[in-house]
């Protein structure tokens, strides 16, 4: 209950409980198509959105918790676990590559089940950057804050692709160090043989870079509006 009337408090209970209406509508839909075809072939997107949540509960359990924000050693490790999980907030919308016309199901009804995760996916990972924001703006000058998101944002994106494509995993930097700093490494010390790397590190992080900025945008557009 005390956890309840934080989320309240910190006004993050209405977007939570509409994160989580999307996210259960995703979910019906994968068992609604286990059952119609007889193929899971999408329930790991359940696993997706689970890791697409970590970055929210901890951006949100630094918002609610004050007292967590001022340890810097906790900050650190906060913010640390932040940046190696929020890739997967964004990561769900690569998952329309397994779109296909070859499919048990409708290609339509595949489409909007993939959306509905990919969408909920990115909601928890543009409320967690909101949430960093507020807790960046506490340690940081205001005016360097919207370069430092912008960043983060292609930093993500470079998350992506060594996700997608190279298929590691956040966790991979406990148990796979050596490996997985050596293929960021390569990627640093000689950019032009690997033109894909960054063709879709840079496209996919303007484009999350204008989604964020959009909603940014709109939403203060709409405050101005509502407090005339």
């Given at each position: 209950?005390?956890?309840?009337?934080?989320?309240?408090?910190?006004?993050?209970?209405?977007?939570?409980?509409?994160?989580?209406?999307?996210?259960?509508?995703?979910?019906?839909?994968?068992?609604?198509?286990?059952?119609?075809?007889?193929?899971?072939?999408?329930?790991?997107?359940?696993?997706?959105?689970?890791l697409a949540g970590i970055p929210w509960i901890l951006s949100t359990l630094l918002i609610i918790y004050p007292k967590l924000r001022k340890r810097?050693?906790?900050?650190?490790?906060?913010?640390?676990?932040?940046l190696l999980f929020i890739p997967n907030?964004?990561?769900i919308l690569t998952d329309l590559f397994h779109l296909n016309y070859q499919n048990r199901a409708p290609v339509w009804y595949d489409l909007i089940l993939i959306f509905s995760f990919a969408?909920?996916?990115?909601?928890?990972?543009?409320?967690?950057?909101?949430?960093?924001?507020?807790?960046?703006?506490?340690?940081?000058?205001?005016?360097?804050?919207?370069?430092?998101?912008?960043?983060?944002?292609?930093?993500?994106?470079?998350?992506?692709?060594?996700?997608?494509?190279?298929?590691?995993?956040?966790?991979?930097?406990?148990?796979?160090?050596?490996?997985?700093?050596?293929?960021?490494?390569e990627r640093f010390e000689n950019p032009l043989d690997h033109p894909g790397t960054w063709g879709m590190t840079i496209l996919t992080g303007i484009m999350l870079n204008l989604i964020w900025w959009s909603f940014r945008i709109f939403n203060s557009k709409e405050k101005a509006e509502l407090y005339k």
């Open positions: 209950m005390k956890m309840i009337t934080k989320l309240i408090n910190a006004d993050k209970l209405k977007p939570a409980l509409l994160i989580s209406l999307i996210g259960t509508f995703g979910i019906l839909l994968v068992f609604f198509r286990i059952y119609k075809t007889g193929s899971p072939h999408f329930i790991f997107l359940i696993w997706n959105l689970i810097i050693s906790v900050l650190l490790l906060f913010g640390i676990l932040w907030a964004f990561y969408w909920a996916g990115i909601l928890l990972g543009f409320s967690s950057l909101k949430d960093m924001e507020l807790v960046l703006s506490e340690r940081i000058n205001m005016k360097c804050i919207p370069f430092i998101l912008s960043g983060l944002l292609f930093l993500s994106a470079f998350g992506i692709y060594l996700g997608r494509f190279l298929r590691w995993n956040s966790w991979n930097i406990i148990d796979r160090p050596a490996d997985l700093l050596f293929d960021i490494k």
